[in-house]
């Protein structure tokens, strides 16, 4: 039979059971507040756009986004087909990963990676997305029949490129890309804002001067009515019709509002739209993480239409 243990004995013992709780409070604490800073790090909003429809989705990186609704707003001025738009996105996903380069192969250049040698522009039109996708549709429309065409073919012949079955890869994508411009998946285009990302105040007449570029004369955008001090205030807002000149059947002015609406947030980081609104829709640069919310535009502004282009200020 043991002996009771003296008082001497037993501290060594309860001296190590101390030991191993402050070892382990210390690890449950690391492991606390390791977890707390990946939730903090992974919170922090990023900037960047997403399309998602039809259960696939598709990021972006602003600038991309921004080149790609350039690109399906030059489409639609020149009233191309979808598909149209599809190749030429397809395209330049392949040539630049829609990034507005400064070189590339020998002279190549821009979002298609065209050559001034070769007959595409001077190296200043190139780098404009507008002429260069211009340029692009120029070679496409003169193929007979490209619509019908397997997308690799149709870009090849405009493109000449030394690998034409690296186009097909990116169908896909440039599939689910158009739905969102062209507007026949509302909503399906939103863009962040960086966590703690300061803007500059934007400018309305750029808004509507990129507009009118990009679209051409087929929209109209102006300065919001009933402004603040009878439009004596600093211009923050832009409204376009939804609908070209001349009207439109309503499912062809809600999707053309839609295209629109994408658009400005595809330029929300570089022409520092705050806020676009849409029907019963709105997108806001302070909550862009949420995507399109519920609009709280008055329904008296809401039925004319028209989409809403707000700058920051």
Request: with cysteine; hydrophobic share 35%; glycine share 10%.
């Amino acid at each position: 039979m043991s002996q009771p243990s003296t008082t001497s004995e037993r501290r060594p013992r309860r001296h190590g059971r101390r030991l191993r709780l402050a070892v382990a409070a210390l690890l449950l604490l690391g492991i606390a507040g390791y977890g707390v800073y990946y939730v903090v790090e992974n919170r922090a909003q990023r900037a960047g756009c997403t399309v998602r429809a039809g259960g696939d989705t598709l990021d972006l990186e602003p600038q991309q986004a921004a080149n790609a609704s350039t690109i399906a707003a030059v489409a639609t001025s020149r009233r191309l087909p979808a598909r149209a738009l599809t190749i030429a996105l397809a395209t330049s996903m392949q040539e630049s990963m829609l990034r507005n380069l400064d070189h590339g192969d020998r002279d190549s250049l821009g979002l298609f990676q065209q050559r001034p040698s070769q007959g595409w522009g001077t190296p200043r039109q190139i780098m404009d997305p507008v002429h260069a996708t211009n340029a692009f549709f120029d070679g496409l429309v003169q193929i007979d029949g490209y619509s019908r065409l397997p997308l690799t073919v149709a870009a090849q012949r405009v493109q000449k490129s030394g690998f034409p079955q690296a186009y097909a890869k990116h169908e896909a994508d440039a599939s689910l890309l158009t739905s969102a411009l062209t507007g026949r998946q509302p909503g399906a285009l939103s863009c962040t804002r960086g966590s703690g990302e300061t803007v500059a105040p934007g400018d309305a007449a750029e808004v509507r001067k990129q507009l009118a570029r990009q679209f051409g004369p087929q929209v109209a955008p102006r300065p919001a009515e009933g402004r603040a001090g009878g439009g004596t205030a600093r211009e923050r807002t832009v409204q376009v019709p939804s609908a070209p000149a001349g009207g439109s059947a309503e499912g062809d002015r809600k999707r053309r509002g839609w295209e629109l609406a994408q658009w400005a947030v595809a330029h929300s980081a570089d022409l520092k739209v705050e806020k676009v609104s849409f029907q019963d829709k709105q997108w806001r640069a302070a909550d862009s993480g949420k995507g399109w919310q519920k609009s709280d535009t008055s329904a008296a502004e809401r039925a004319d239409g028209d989409v809403r282009i707000t700058v920051a200020q």
